[in-house]
């Protein structure tokens, strides 16, 4: 499983552990499958590469479903609808929904579809990129940057890490996660197999349950 270990609740280190819905999930998928489950944690835009080239069987990283990607990978069955939302200083009245972004320095993660949206709808010059979500969240903390497109989940845990920064309730985009794997990989079709158990018999639902439910 190709990972980038820096989104929690999906993926994130517990000491030297990489932990989090995915991992948890991709493991029982493993399990069903019964084969061995390995992660390795890489860039986010390394993922599809490495599935790609075969240096990985599968990705896994609340990766949102494209039309893009449907040309480089296979997707399973989706898993989760994420929501793409604005995160701005708490003191921050101007700016209340995706409209007033226009102009504005916006802070992404490298290679997400908050990246790829962004720079279509506000343009390169004011995207700034960052290898990891959370360096976004700072930067906007330190008040580098303007806001931070990122999903809402992560931006769920970064906001509560972090004082005085703020979620809009006017969201950006919505999109569905599910796993990549290789053209015509055989697999996909075993994992949907496994997926419909594991969402069937209550698994997936515990899951979610562990890392997101539970603090709502
Ligand atoms: N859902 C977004 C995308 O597919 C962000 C995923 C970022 N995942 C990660 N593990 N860093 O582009």
Known sequence: MATNAEFPPYEFYEGEEIVGIDAEFAAAIAEKLGMELKIEDMAFDSIIPAVQSGKADFGAAGMTVTEDRMK???????????RQVIIVAEDNTEITGPDELVGKKIGVQQ?????????????????????KGFEAVQALKQGKIDAVIIDDQPAQTFVKETEGLKILETEYVEEEYALCFKKDSELVEKVNDAIAELKEDGTFDKIIDKYIGGEK
């Open 72 to 82: 480089e990978v296979d997707f399973s069955d989706t898993y989760y609808t994420g």
């Open 111 to 131: 290679g997400t579809t908050g990246d790829i949206y962004a720079t279509d709808d506000y343009g390169d010059e004011n995207i700034e990129r960052y290898n």
